[in-house]
């Protein structure tokens, strides 16, 4: 009798599988990967180390490592049916639609139906990791009307991407915030992407579409979307002393703040200050930024304003300073969240796939009572 069932409206509170991925502890501002902080993640690790963890569940040794790395740039190369067919998508699409349908490609070209075998999961993994950076340089160049640039295998993971997204080679240090930036975002739980990874994945179908559909509800202004629109927001409050009215107005309105607010976080993101930091750190370097003058008197100003019902910033407040310090355009922002993400999304497939049901919840029904058919004429 569905009349019993109670409805939890975004599923808040409601676990959906036992996981041992990652833990959040939202009222003290903690996270963890497989155990790890992610404050020590992001000091000591790389990237791919990282990656390795989430998905295979431990640190890799120092072989293990090697040869994960070069795998992922043995494998970052794209088939030239994937470059010619992205040629094809119109310049003006917006690049997580390109990389949706460039990650579901792949598919096309790697068999399916074989995910029971180790190496299909292995070379998927490898594939997805190394490949998706690829795709959204190759996008970012041709839609200028340029050809893609191969990778260079002198380069680091991090260093590579920043070298094919801007033909330029980066300052390492440039490169080692990317990098840092990709460990903070690469896993967070049963977030709205990895959810919908984990509803794919339970269907048995192949690895490229879990991710492809991960991709998709990645890109949504509530979700990963919000870091390209934070940084509208805030050139559109364009000064410091804006921030009070502009966040004056918008409670008033009952428009969100964008970048603020979490389902889990009740204090401030950790990976938020860890982000702010590394802004900090590219000011100091590079040259400061007027927008974060705004973000800050934001954030201060949101305190007394929103700090009661618990709406601090999330990962997505800080990013996008990074990523504009890099000189990375900001559309490109969310998908830079997702070339992270596909590590959190790998490693909830396995998961899921090692002890798998497929999912199928249930509805309140709220509709009609049976009826009877109308005839075309003698409907009103
Ligand atoms: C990410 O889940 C994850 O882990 C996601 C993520 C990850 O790593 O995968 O952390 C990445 O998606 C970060 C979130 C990016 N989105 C935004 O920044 C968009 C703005 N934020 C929100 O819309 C909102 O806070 C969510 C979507 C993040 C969370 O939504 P919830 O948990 O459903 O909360 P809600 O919308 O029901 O809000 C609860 C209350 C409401 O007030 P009341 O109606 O109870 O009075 O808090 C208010 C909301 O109006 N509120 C906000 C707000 N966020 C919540 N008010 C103003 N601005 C905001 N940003």
């Known amino acids: 009798d569905s009349n019993k069932l109670i409805l939890k409206p975004g599923l808040e509170?409601?676990?959906?599988?036992?996981?041992?991925?990652?833990?959040?502890?939202?009222?003290?501002?903690?996270?963890?990967?497989?155990?790890?902080?992610?404050?020590?993640?992001?000091?000591?690790?790389?990237?791919?180390?990282?990656?390795?963890?989430?998905?295979?569940?431990?640190?890799?040794?120092?072989?293990?490592?090697?040869?994960?790395?070069q795998e992922v740039q043995m494998h970052r190369r794209l088939s030239f049916r994937v470059?010619?067919?992205?040629?094809?998508?119109p310049a003006t699409g917006h690049p997580m639609d390109a990389l949706q349908s460039s990650a579901a490609s792949l598919g096309l070209f790697y068999s399916r139906r074989a995910i029971d075998d180790p190496n299909y999961?292995?070379?998927?993994?490898?594939?997805?990791?190394?490949?998706i950076p690829t795709m959204?340089?190759?996008f970012q160049l041709i839609r200028k009307g340029q050809d893609p640039i191969q990778p260079r295998d002198d380069l680091t993971y991090s260093s590579n991407f920043l070298y094919m997204l801007t033909e330029k080679e980066q300052d390492p240090i440039a490169a080692k915030v990317f990098?840092?930036?990709?460990?903070l975002h690469a896993e967070h739980s049963l977030n709205?992407?990895?959810?919908?990874?984990?509803?794919?994945?339970?269907?048995?179908t192949d690895p490229y579409a879990v991710i492809a559909s991960a991709v998709g509800t990645l890109a949504g202004p509530l979700h990963g979307g919000a870091n390209e629109d934070v940084i509208a927001m805030l050139e559109e409050i364009k000064t410091p002393e804006n921030a009070a009215s502009f966040l004056d107005n918008a409670i008033k309105n009952k428009s969100k703040i964008m970048g603020f607010g979490h389902r889990e976080y009740k204090v401030k993101d950790p990976r938020a200050i860890i982000l702010q930091k590394l802004a900090e750190e590219l000011f100091i370097r590079f040259g400061a930024d007027e927008m974060y003058e705004v973000a800050k008197s934001l954030e201060a100003e949101a305190i007394p304003r929103l700090g009661p019902k618990g709406i601090f910033p999330n990962v997505d407040f800080y990013s996008g300073l990074v990523y504009r310090k890099l000189g990375i355009p900001r559309d490109l922002f969310t998908p830079i969240f997702a070339i992270s993400r596909v590590a959190g999304w790998l490693a909830h497939w396995r998961e899921q796939l090692g002890a798998n049901r497929i999912f199928r919840p249930s509805q309140i029904y709220t509709g009609s009572a049976p009826r009877d058919w109308i005839s075309l004429e003698n409907r009103k």
């Not at 990098?179 to 460990?183: A, E, G, T």
């Not at 709205?192 to 990874?197: G, I, L, R």
Request: hydrophobic share 45%.
């Open 83 to 89: 470059r010619d067919m992205m040629k094809c998508f």
């Open 179 to 183: 990098d840092r930036c990709l460990i």
């Open 13 to 69: 509170g409601v676990p959906v599988t036992n996981s041992s991925i990652c833990d959040i502890d939202g009222n003290k501002g903690k996270l963890l990967y497989r155990g790890y902080s992610i404050e020590e993640l992001s000091q000591k690790s790389s990237f791919l180390e990282t990656a390795y963890l989430l998905i295979w569940g431990e640190l890799p040794t120092a072989i293990q490592l090697r040869d994960f790395e």
């Open 136 to 138: 959204i340089a190759a």
């Open 192 to 204: 709205a992407s990895t959810f919908s990874a984990r509803v794919t994945a339970s269907t048995l």
């Open 121 to 131: 999961i292995y070379n998927a993994v490898i594939r997805l990791i190394a490949k």
